[in-house]
Structure formats: structure tokens, C-alpha cells
């Protein structure tokens, strides 16, 4: 069956080092994959997309990479800050059906000042 | 400017009750719209989407149905609630690079 794997566990890191997360797929063959950031009792808020054929997309601290061979995407947030604390969601086009995306559980994030 | 809006952003309803969530956009037309719930440390699953007006489509069987009476209009109801239909529900309305979601409502059913 078709599965989106995130970084089960919460990471903890120190304020101005750089985060990385982990999405990893089976069973896709997305064209686009996309990270969002959801805060407590909020809903997601779109933040990066990046096509199968890109291996790298930024914006401004943030870096997304996407290996269709490994069927994964990093997401690295660089010179974290405590801002930067929440939930971070990576979703999936269905190829298929073309009319959804599938969504990871997400990682939580939490930078420690 | 383009903006979603749901509505309660909190609900508290007893088992057996109806249920109706209305989810509106503004600035834009003929916007494909979605719900989705959320449960506790799980994924967005989504229940059901639409293209247009009076066109559903159900992901998952449920206790719960969609309608969509206007174009920037999409209310998620459900005649009878179950326990198991808690969670936080999301209206979303899809643009070409991803989704722009609601502020969401927490449902708890008890």
C-alpha cells in the first residue's frame, strides 16, 4: 500500500544550527512534493513545492531535496530560530487521481533558545 | 486578495447530534475545495472533495456528507455524531502548487 513516512520521534535542536527533516515514500510516483508548517490548533500553511525533476529548491532558509531514486525529501531549515518551533508536514500529489495530496504524520520541531 | 474562511473554530457536541461545518473562499471562483481531519498524532485524511457546484467526492465511508450549494461554499454535515468523529476538521481549497487551508475546527464529541 501506498505510505509517507516522517520523523516519528520530535527533534530537539539548539537555537542557529541547522534542522533536518525526513519524508520518505513507497508506492509513489509523485510529480510534485510539498512541505507545510502547522502550528498548535492552526491549519497547515503552505511553505515549498519542488517538481520531480529538481533535486534542490530554496527560500530563504529553508532548503527542500527531492531523490526520486531513494523515494525521499529533506527539508533543512538553517540558522534555526525559536519561531521556527511547530509541526512540518510533507504531502504528495496523487498522480493517480489528480485531485489530492496525501500527507505525512509530520515531525515536530522544537528549537531550544 | 484570496482568502479561506471556516467556522466554529471550536465545537462541542453530544453523540447522537447533527453537525454542520461551512467552509467559504473569497477572490477567486470555481475553486476545487476539500475537507480533511486530522486526529491526534495522525495524518490529514481527507473526506471529501469538490470541483464545482453540487459535485462531491467521498474519499472515505463515513458517518459524515458534503454539500456544495455555491460556488465558494462547501459545508461538511453529519446527521447523527459518533465518538469516533472527533478530531480537527480542515476546509481547503487547492491552488496549482499546493493548498491553502482553513483555521480549521476542533470537534469533540461527547
Known amino acids: ?113 | 486578495s484570496q482568502t479561506i474562511h471556516q467556522w466554529p473554530a471550536t465545537l462541542v457536541q453530544p453523540v447522537g447530534s447533527p453537525l454542520s461545518l461551512e467552509c467559504t473562499v473569497e477572490g477567486t471562483s470555481n475553486p476545487n475545495l476539500y475537507w480533511y481531519r486530522q486526529a491526534a498524532g495522525r495524518g490529514l485524511q481527507l473526506l471529501f472533495y469538490s470541483v464545482g457546484i453540487g459535485q462531491i467526492s467521498s474519499e472515505v465511508p463515513q458517518n459524515l456528507s458534503a454539500s456544495r450549494p455555491q460556488d465558494r461554499q462547501f459545508i461538511l454535515s453529519s446527521k447523527k455524531l459518533l465518538l469516533s468523529d472527533s478530531g480537527f476538521y480542515l476546509c481547503a481549497w487547492r491552488i496549482f502548487y499546493g493548498y491553502t487551508f482553513g483555521s480549521g475546527t476542533r470537534l469533540t464529541v461527547v
Do not use: M
Open chain 1, 1 to 113: 500500500s501506498q505510505k509517507i513516512e516522517q520523523n516519528s520521534e520530535a527533534l530537539n535542536i539548539q537555537e542557529g544550527k541547522t534542522a533536518t527533516l525526513t519524508c520518505n515514500y513507497t508506492n509513489y510516483s509523485p510529480a510534485y512534493l510539498q512541505w507545510y508548517r502547522q502550528d498548535p490548533g492552526r491549519g497547515p500553511v503552505f511553505l515549498l513545492l519542488i517538481r520531480e525533476n529538481e533535486k534542490e529548491k530554496r527560500k530563504e532558509r529553508l532548503k527542500v531535496t527531492f531523490d526520486t531514486t531513494l523515494k525521499q525529501s529533506l527539508f533543512h531549515i538553517t540558522a534555526s530560530q525559536p519561531a521556527d518551533s511547530a509541526t512540518y508536514l510533507c504531502a504528495l500529489d496523487a498522480r493517480d487521481t489528480g485531485n489530492q495530496f496525501y500527507f505525512g504524520t509530520g515531525t515536530s520541531l522544537t528549537v531550544i533558545p
